[in-house]
């Protein structure tokens, strides 16, 4: 045994730099955190969480950022909703009444995987595009319809992923029994997976009530509270966009309050989506 | 044989280039129980699930010949594959709960075929986890999830949603080879039990168990039929040397590469030794 120690150490030399690589992801989130608590906190008030901007809040008046919240709120929901429309149907298709050699469920994943590259802003310039075309304005329904365009891939591709790790066996047995595919689709491989299709949606949500580029020119920006599909909203990430673009400290200390509750926003969810995957696993096999 | 419950004719089955099965042409008898037997890769299970159409699913897969279920090719176009697939149960190798309770696991094929009527399917779920012999230890968990069972116990819940579906037929692919001793004589003994009403075909490489269990016996190897009949007849006086090298335990492949040279065949690379 002549190498014994050269491969222990080589042991130790990986296992130090697999766990430096994890303590520094957990830092880096933890300074994230930290950096928008301390700047985003002071600012943080009942005010701000429940009353629209008033006259002057962008040069420290009165005011809150609740036209923000609700409408980062009603876009990725209704985003979201539109997205799953789509993409449960689309993976549904592809992994229960496609063979796995299907050259067609090559390209469809390929479409989503290069969809998912695309930058924002130019889903943002596409449906500003057909805006025009259809003469809307920018509104809460445009921005809805931007936004699920861009959540679609990257939900289509995470639910993918999902229903590619039920068994096989599974979808036989349904079959073996006379169901139909669209059975065997919706009462078994949809079951198997929920929890995986719910997080998969929450990506969606994440991803969509985060993106500033996609909503710039499609949902516009307003200092009202969202009342119709057909207006214009605010959205979180532009109201952190502008407030930091204000000369005035405190307007910009209210960007940060507005990061902050963007993140607990995304935070909240992860939890949800935790505990209903619990919830939903109960009878899934593992 | 006149009473063939399966007949198939010069049955070929290839998965792209490679052949799994070649020329089979078989007789299951009706209510007797059929085992196949034959080395791992011989083409057992894809001759089972050509039986049941679920071989349609595997990737790039060629199937031609005829395969006879009560008389009607079954491969045929006007063939309701749905029907078809509701005359036989199948047990799997592994027993596979479907995602749900132990109640729904077994209404799942009842709901599919006759529709929803509460309290008939209460009683018709009762009636088939007895006949499978679960009955009283589930009869308390109904609603709870059928993974949380043991296996020998998921294995028999497999077997009461397979009769739930009122089959003619039961096909089982090792039916046993996961489960415990004790839980593979339980099934065994049900299968002896259950033939009076079905005709029963499996799939072992388990000799001892088709030997206790089967009244016919087909030999495959490398995807040909080396030798089939009854029960009795394979395993006291086989007329071939293969047949009777495989049941005495000893090395096939000489004397399987001699026969195809005799027969005038060509033995593909990788196959074999």
Not at chain 1, 113 to 120: A, E, F, K, Q, T
Request: with cysteine; glycine share 8%; charged share 20%.
């Amino acid at each position: 045994m002549p190498n014994i120690k050269k491969r222990l150490f080589e042991e130790k030399v990986f296992k130090a730099t697999m766990l430096a690589s994890c303590v520094s992801v957990v830092l880096v989130f933890m300074y994230m955190l930290v950096t928008v608590v301390i700047k985003g906190l002071p600012g943080l008030s009942w005010q701000m969480l429940t009353q629209p901007p008033k006259g002057g809040y962008y040069m420290g008046g009165e005011g809150g950022i609740l036209n923000a919240i609700l409408g980062s709120l009603y876009l990725a929901i209704g985003a979201t909703f539109l997205a799953a429309l789509i993409s449960i149907p689309v993976v549904l298709y592809l992994n229960v009444y496609l063979k796995k050699d299907s050259k067609f469920a090559v390209l469809v994943r390929f479409s989503f995987d290069v969809l998912w590259g695309i930058p924002s802003i130019v889903y943002g310039a596409f449906g500003f595009a057909i805006m025009v075309f259809f003469h809307l304005r920018a509104s809460l329904l445009a921005g809805m319809i931007t936004i699920a365009l861009l959540e679609l891939p990257i939900m289509s591709r995470a639910a993918d992923n999902i229903l590619k790790m039920v068994p096989h066996e599974l979808k036989e047995i349904s079959l073996s029994l006379g169901a139909t595919r669209f059975e065997t689709a919706t009462r078994v491989v949809f079951r198997q997976a929920i929890p995986g299709i719910l997080t998969a949606l929450l990506i969606g949500f994440g991803r969509g009530v985060g993106d500033a580029a996609s909503v710039l020119f499609t949902a516009g920006y307003t200092d009202s509270l969202p009342t119709s599909l057909l207006r214009p909203v605010a959205t979180l990430p532009l109201a952190i966009f502008f407030q930091l673009g204000t000369p005035f400290p405190e307007v910009q200390q209210r960007g940060y309050t507005a990061a902050l509750v963007l993140i607990f926003m995304i935070l909240a969810i992860s939890i949800v989506s935790r505990l209903l995957t619990a919830r939903f696993h109960k009878h899934t096999l593992r | 044989m006149n009473n063939a419950h399966i007949r198939t004719t010069f049955l070929n089955v290839s998965y792209g280039e490679h052949p799994a099965l070649k020329d089979i042409s078989i007789d299951i008898p009706a209510l007797k129980i059929t085992a196949i037997i034959g080395p791992s890769g011989c083409g057992k299970s894809t001759l089972l699930k050509a039986f049941n159409r679920l071989l349609d699913l595997a990737d790039d897969v060629s199937i031609c010949g005829e395969v006879f279920v009560d008389g009607a090719n079954i491969y045929d176009k006007a063939t309701d594959v749905y029907s078809l697939r509701k005359k036989m149960g199948l047990l799997a190798q592994k027993p596979f709960p479907l995602p749900m309770t132990i109640y729904e696991n077994v209404a799942y094929g009842l709901r599919i075929h006759n529709g929803i009527d509460k309290n008939k399917l209460e009683s018709s779920v009762e009636h088939y986890l007895r006949e499978a012999n679960l009955w009283d230890e589930v009869k308390n968990r109904l609603h709870t999830s059928a993974s949380k069972l043991s296996i020998g116990q998921q294995q028999r819940l497999c077997l009461a949603r397979g009769l739930a579906i009122e089959p003619e037929i039961i096909l089982g692919d090792e039916p046993t080879s996961a489960l415990d001793p004790f839980s593979a004589e339980h099934i065994e003994k049900k299968l002896i039990e259950l033939k009076e009403r079905y005709t029963i075909v499996i799939v072992t490489h388990n000799i001892q168990q088709a030997m206790k269990l089967a009244d016919y016996v087909i030999f495959l190897y490398h995807g040909r039929v080396i030798e089939e009949g009854p029960s009795e007849k394979i395993f006291k006086a086989p007329k071939d040397l293969m047949t009777q090298a495989y049941i005495k335990g000893e090395y096939l492949d000489e004397i399987w590469l001699a026969k195809e040279a005799q027969a005038g065949r060509k033995v593909e690379e990788g196959e074999g030794i």
